[in-house]
């Protein structure tokens, strides 16, 4: 196409010699004196950030650069006759091969490698061979990154006191327990991604939403999900639903009688808690008070960078793949996820560990991103297909127990949060959900990325959000005049949130035991429970 557009081909020409001058006229004063950049990096680019950066000559080499990658967008971008996806796949391949290509990725024009390389004869690179050794050698053998061994599931993590009052094939059930003398009478229901353990909601006691929702007087239950294996190839998105959220509601309603619910689904759940939703709205079951969607689409039209790797050749591709094991392997997944976000995820750790020859400590949220799971075959390629490549759930034709589904059914009110960095779910694909509902949405954009902007603790530094509540008869507003209208508040979101559920809940009551053995919940054992470690209780005790 390129070949055939003779403008688009003058118009590189031109933007070519623009840049060369440009860069003809930063080199001519560089040298000599420090000079204002003629090229400022992306926002998120934080590579060129240092201030050896600045100084010759390594300033002319980032800002050449800048400049090659700048005119590469420019040409693989804006070109007629070319389809959008493939536009966007052949920009995705150019931007990756440029960014191995970084200057910031050799030891001789990365200005901080070559001085700590000289300060150190060269140490710091043995080093760096033997920290990749090390990771190629737990990466072949299935072992988890190094410092990751200092987090343990039920020691330093997921350690918020609870109980698993339920289980079955799929799931566990835990009810925790209270930190006030009374709590709010509506329930609240988490329902996490099963593409994730769920204790990233709970992680060390000090970076624990669950925690934070306890000590706001909230009932909270949360699902933590089995581990598929091959056996369980045939789970599809309706078992996911039936096994997982109508399981937990039921048993929440026997703790909790009377008392509606409010439902929080995170990234995927977030997506099946939709569903669930709406299908109980069509049928006028009055499960939930309120509902709570973070980091989660409902309208997949425009779902981001992911979407580069969901085509019908490479669904059909992982269907083949997943057949033959019954599963998609978290490694083979994480690959794509990294690829997304290669500068943060990828070539950030290849100067950090293996150039400069340090070690990043280890915290919480890493030890948990290393800790993934498994997805089923018939789940994940119904999710990809009906959801991902069809859009079904958007455009009314996703089926439950045989009848459509409509999100227009739903009158609850509802609130959810995007993140401004989130590679997986981006905040305008999560907006696009008012545009396909005919009730309150209160929409929240918080800094950060889809975990760490999920996980904000308050009191922390560097956090912020911007909020608006659309009423149901309130006309829509697109998403760039929503962020260039609505201001941006220092802080975490977290208090916001907490205080949106409790404008939405009853009175006080006295606190609830764990558990009501008399209607059939008994307590089954203490969190975090069998299955974030992998284990079947049932076959244990078999």
């Known amino acids: 196409h390129l070949a055939a557009s003779p403008g688009k081909q003058l118009q590189l020409w031109q933007k070519a010699w623009r840049k060369g001058l440009r860069l003809s006229h930063y080199l001519a004063t560089c040298a000599l ?31 050449a650069f800048l400049l090659h990658q700048q005119w590469w967008h420019n040409a693989t971008t804006g ?49 760096g061979f033997w920290n990749f050794v090390e990771d190629w050698e737990r990466a072949v053998n299935g072992r988890r990154p190094v410092g990751s061994e200092a987090f343990v599931v039920g020691e330093n993590l997921a350690v918020t006191p609870g109980k698993v009052v339920y289980r079955n094939r799929l799931i566990e059930l835990i009810q925790y327990e209270p930190r006030t003398a009374t709590v709010r009478p509506e329930p609240v229901l988490i329902v996490p991604a099963w593409i994730m353990k769920y204790y990233i909601l709970d992680l060390s006691p000090d970076n624990s939403l669950v925690k934070y929702l306890l000590e706001q007087g909230f009932t909270v239950f949360i699902i933590s999900w089995k581990n598929p294996t ?10 996911y639903r039936t096994l997982g959220i109508e399981a937990s509601l039921g048993v929440v309603r026997a703790v909790c009688p009377e008392r509606p619910v409010h439902g929080v689904g995170y990234c995927l759940g977030g997506t099946l808690l939709a569903i669930d939703a709406a299908a109980r709205a ?40 997943m057949w033959q094991q019954g599963y998609l392997d978290a490694a083979q997944m994480s690959g794509a996820f990294q690829i997304l976000r290669s500068n943060d995820l ?7 560990d293996y150039l400069m020859g340090e070690r990043k400590p ?87 990325g889809h975990n760490a902007g999920i996980i904000s603790v308050p009191g922390r530094a560097g956090r912020s959000y911007r909020i608006r509540t659309k ?30 559920l409790g404008e939405r809940s009853g009175p006080w009551i006295a606190a609830r035991p764990v558990g009501a053995a008399e ?19 049932s076959q244990a005790a078999a």
């Open 362 to 448: 280890m915290f919480d949220l890493m030890a948990w991103n290393a800790d993934a799971t498994r997805m089923p075959y018939r789940m994940h390629s119904e999710y990809l297909r009906r959801l991902f490549l069809d859009n079904d759930l958007a455009e009314g034709r996703y089926r439950v127990e045989g009848q459509p589904v409509a999100l227009t059914d739903i009158r609850v009110p509802i609130f959810a949060v995007g993140t401004e960095r989130d590679h997986v779910a981006p905040w305008r694909s999560i907006y696009r959900l008012h545009l396909l509902l005919d009730t309150e949405v209160t929409f929240l954009l918080t800094s950060g």
């Open 33 to 63: 004196q420090e000079h204002h950049r003629c090229i400022e990096p992306l926002p998120n680019d934080k590579r060129f950030e240092a201030e050896a950066w600045r100084k010759w000559p390594f300033n002319a080499i980032h800002q």
């Open 230 to 239: 091959s056996e369980d190839r045939g789970l599809g998105l309706e078992d």
């Open 282 to 321: 069509r049928d006028g079951d009055s499960a939930y008070r309120s509902l709570t969607l973070l980091a989660a689409q409902v309208d997949f039209e425009e779902a981001g960078e992911l979407t580069l790797f969901i085509n019908e050749s490479q669904v059909s591709f992982l269907e083949d793949m």
């Open 346 to 352: 990828i070539w950030s750790r290849v100067i950090h």
């Open 79 to 127: 070109i007629r006759g070319v389809t959008k996806q493939h536009e966007r796949q052949v920009e995705f391949i150019t931007r990756q091969a440029l960014d191995v290509l970084s200057p910031a990725n050799f030891v001789l024009t990365n200005p901080e490698v070559l001085q700590k390389t000289q300060a150190e004869a060269g140490q710091n690179l043995v080093r």
């Open 519 to 537: 209607r059939g919940v008994p307590v089954l054992a203490n969190a975090p429970g069998s299955y974030v470690f992998g284990r079947d209780p």
């Open 471 to 500: 009423r149901d008869l309130d006309p829509y507003q697109d998403p760039e005049s929503w962020l260039r209208q609505t201001p941006r508040r220092p802080g975490s979101w977290w208090p916001e949130w907490s205080g949106w």
